[in-house]
């Protein structure tokens, strides 16, 4: 079967356009279509969080989104958050604070964070863990995180 | 991982879609927010002909308020119902729930309606229908018809919902001034289906409830409407052995259906609980 | 986790076990159940389309009958590979008892489920196995004149 479509994205400000089947996830397009590969693919059932990109500015899991319905919708992943240094201060302290070990969680738990942070400027531990809930991290126990990204939130009021 | 091969489609027009059922029947899926269907497909569980994408459906994607109803689009995602402001407002039960479904990045795209199509029994929002006895509007080719809420949810994943139509909005009654609301759920982890689950709506005068709707679900194959047990509260002041008569009258009322990690006995424990809970808060 | 189960039927246990055993009576009841093939004494390929909500996939399965006790007991089971998410395997131990004019037929289902299906289907197997086991022994029993009184003993 030949269904392949043609579709445009803008990913992290620039466009690409690229012929793709209708049945491969937002993450492996971006993985292996454009060769990006912060984004992380871990259960693919939208469960580990490991794939979290940005759609429109919000937040999605990219293993539950084909890349086909993101034609004509700009996409943010890690690289272009890293890239922009907005997140250049909290991926500073998650590194100060051994919030990460292996790091395959971690470009996922950094987007979510900061839609966090976007919509809630101090948000209390209670409010960061239950935000972080869907996001899996095998290694820290969690708590070195929670503590980085309250930190980065008081740093970031202290700054202001 | 990857699905079977199918083809893909974004409706642009409800008659549009009607269009596609026509030519595709069976074969076809509609994908609206994606986060239950799109797991069956990552797992191979599901090989639809044609995948329909109704993201594009601008004009049932909007919440509105009118004198006595809320009118939810279809294809409002979990994340608008949570920050809107009349949903809030007017329709407390559902803003208690929203926060227990999933997690922020699943709320972000899947759609108020999608929950409802898809009828996951241990789900909040089905819940919620039932419980506020919503009116679900289906469209189709031959118009609209609307249906209660509790006529909609048949059995395991089976609704009143037709192969040619879609769910296009969700009407809630707007709450009284004396309406009151509680949900409870109990997850395995965070943002989980519900292992059980308690969503309760009703209209409360000084102590006394003038009406109730109970609904425990992640308990049977579909959201249960607990009436007798309400019949039991309703009139009654709210006191630890009115508590206790309506626990054991859940326990006769409904049948409970285990799984692999809670059984029977553990999810009747919890929805005897959960009751007890909620009447507890309603007294304070 | 354990489903049990019985009905009374209006057969000789000998025409119960015949039907217990005829390839064509087992496809036929078998929910889904679009092809069967022996394939050696006892033992079938099947593809069985499996509709449950989001679910509808076909899966090849193998179907074993263990422990043969003609005309009295057997253990069927069913074992399907569902794609990359994992396999489930089923098990029914039916047995048959001669009752006055009629045969009870007594059931007793077991099953596990393993990979991401049993991550995702844990929660509701119970009730799709269920489903399944009415599903089956309805059209099971549909081969059978009705009782005189109630074609269903108690569950």
């Given amino acids: 079967m030949s269904n392949k479509t043609d579709i445009s994205v803008n990913v992290n400000g620039r466009e690409y356009t690229r012929h793709v089947s209708p049945r491969v996830s937002l993450a492996d397009f971006i993985r292996h279509d454009l060769g990006l590969t912060g984004t992380h693919v871990g259960c693919e059932h939208g469960v580990c969080g490991a794939c979290v990109v940005k759609l429109d500015g919000k937040i999605v899991r990219s293993c539950l989104t084909l890349a086909v319905q993101t034609d004509g919708h700009a996409i943010e992943t890690i690289e272009g958050l890293s890239e922009s240094g907005e997140i250049s201060d909290m991926q500073e302290i998650f590194h100060k604070r051994n919030a990460l070990q292996c790091g395959y969680c971690t470009p996922g738990i950094l987007l979510t964070a900061a839609e966090l942070l976007e919509k809630t400027a101090t948000p209390d531990r209670e409010e960061i863990r239950e935000f972080l809930s869907g996001n899996l991290c095998r290694c820290t126990g969690y708590e070195a995180i929670i503590d980085a990204v309250e930190e980065t939130a008081r740093e970031r009021q202290d700054g202001k | 991982m990857k699905p079977y091969d199918f083809s893909y489609t974004r409706a642009t027009s409800l008659s549009h879609l009607y269009d596609l059922f026509d030519e595709y029947g069976d074969g076809l899926k509609i994908l609206a927010g994606g986060q239950s269907l799109i797991t069956t497909l990552n797992m191979r569980l599901s090989s639809p002909e044609m995948l329909v994408d109704i993201n594009d459906l601008s004009e049932i994607s909007s919440i509105s308020l009118t004198d006595n109803i809320v009118s939810v689009g279809a294809l409002v995602r979990h994340a608008e119902i949570q920050e809107s402001n009349d949903i809030k407002q007017h329709v407390p039960l559902l803003k208690l729930a929203i926060e227990h479904v999933a997690h922020a990045a699943i709320r972000n795209r899947g759609t108020h309606g999608g929950s409802i199509a898809f009828a996951d029994p241990a789900a909040e929002i089905p819940a919620c229908v039932l419980a506020l006895n919503a009116t679900l509007v289906l469209a189709s080719r031959e118009g609209e018809r609307r249906i209660a809420g509790s006529d909609f949810f048949k059995d395991l994943y089976d609704t009143e919902l037709r192969e040619n139509e879609i769910i296009v909005a969700i009407e809630y009654p707007i709450a009284k001034k004396n309406t009151v609301s509680a949900f409870r759920e109990f997850t395995r982890r965070k943002g989980d289906f519900a292992t059980a689950g308690l969503a309760l709506n009703g209209e409360l005068d000084g102590k006394v409830l003038q009406s109730l709707s109970l609904v425990f679900f992640g308990v049977a194959n579909t959201p249960v409407l607990a009436r007798q047990v309400a019949d039991l509260i309703v009139g009654e002041p709210i006191t630890p052995s009115l508590i206790e008569k309506a626990q054991n009258e859940l326990a006769n009322e409904i049948e409970v259906i285990g799984d692999l990690y809670s059984s029977e006995e553990m999810k009747l424990h919890l929805s005897k609980h959960f009751l007890k809970q909620a009447l507890e808060e309603l007294q304070v | ?155």
């Avoid at chain 3, 039907?19 to 099947?46: F, H, Q, R, W």
């Avoid at chain 3, 045969?103 to 991550?119: H, I, N, P, R, W």
């Fill in chain 3, 1 to 155: 986790m354990n489903l049990d189960g019985d009905y009374l039927l209006a057969a000789t246990r000998q025409e119960v076990w015949d039907k217990l055993n005829d390839t064509e009576v087992l496809k036929e009841c078998i929910p889904g159940c679009e092809m069967l093939d022996e394939i050696s004494a006892n033992s079938y390929l099947a593809t069985i389309r499996a509709k449950v909500g989001p679910v509808n996939a076909k899966f090849k399965s193998e179907i074993n009958l263990r422990d043969v006790n003609e005309p009295e007991s057997y253990v069927l089971s069913v074992k399907s590979k569902g794609g990359a998410a994992g396999m489930g395997e089923g098990l029914a131990r039916v047995k048959l008892s001669e009752q006055e004019n009629s045969t009870k037929l007594d059931y007793s289902v077991e099953f596990k489920v393993q990979g991401k299906l049993a991550q995702i289907g844990s929660r509701l197997i119970m009730n799709v196995i269920k489903k399944l086991s009415n599903e089956f022994f309805s059209r099971f029993v549909g081969y059978f004149p009705a009782m005189p009184d109630s074609a269903e003993a108690s569950e």
